[in-house]
């Protein structure tokens, strides 16, 4: 597996990690959210640029993405 594909795993579960200690869920409660309103696309799609940010921003960023896809965790 190359390096950056490692690196985006990694990153990606602290994210999921991060939301769900921000939302006070379960890491699977806040894998099936992310996944399900398109968090865990965004973080694919967007790592390049996202993991630059801090762990509270990409929380942020996150929820209105979520949100956006019609998520309702506030």
Known sequence: MPQKQKDM???IVICINEFAKR???NI???F????????????EEEYDVEHTFS???AVDHLTIICQ???GTLK
Request: glycine share 8%; no cysteine.
């Open 9 to 11: 795993i990694d990153y």
């Open 23 to 25: 939302y006070a869920v």
């Open 32 to 43: 099936n959210y992310l996944y399900q309103y398109k968090g865990i696309a965004f973080l």
């Open 55 to 57: 762990f509270e921003d």
């Open 28 to 30: 699977k409660e806040a």
């Open 68 to 70: 956006e896809h019609g």
